[in-house]
């Protein structure tokens, strides 16, 4: 198992099986966790890089167990400043790759499920 693999995960995102494959992760706007499982995270790092602005690629390891709320693809992709063609593409490559995305629990899921509507609603404008 690699350093960053887990036998018992920290979240609802289960194990990550295969042979060389490890979880990897990064944070959208501090409030949403995406994760992947794979030998690979290029569709991670690519969206990681562009949505935070920095040269650096998705961090190795699974998301903090605090971020255990699922949170919709298409509010993800929304949220993070995707738009329309980049959007729908991101959407599709995200999806078939197996990205995941986890909110953190502030004040519990309800909550939290709340506060990420009205960011994405507001993202829509």
Not at 96 to 119: E, H, Q
């Amino acid at each position: 198992a690699w350093p960053w693999s887990s036998s018992t995960p920290k979240g609802p995102w289960g194990e990550c099986k295969g042979t060389m494959h490890g979880w990897n992760h990064c944070y959208i706007a501090g409030l949403i966790c995406m994760t992947q499982c794979g030998f690979t995270h290029m569709t991670l790092d690519t969206v990681c890089s562009n949505t935070n602005g920095r040269l650096g690629l998705s961090d190795d390891g699974e998301c903090d167990g605090f971020y255990n709320c699922p949170v919709d693809l298409d509010k993800a992709i929304t949220i993070a400043g995707a738009k329309g063609a980049l959007g729908a593409g991101a959407k599709t490559v995200l999806g078939m790759n197996g990205v995941r995305f986890y909110a953190g629990a502030f004040g519990g899921c309800g909550a939290v499920d709340k506060l990420v509507d009205d960011l994405y609603k507001s993202k829509l404008t």
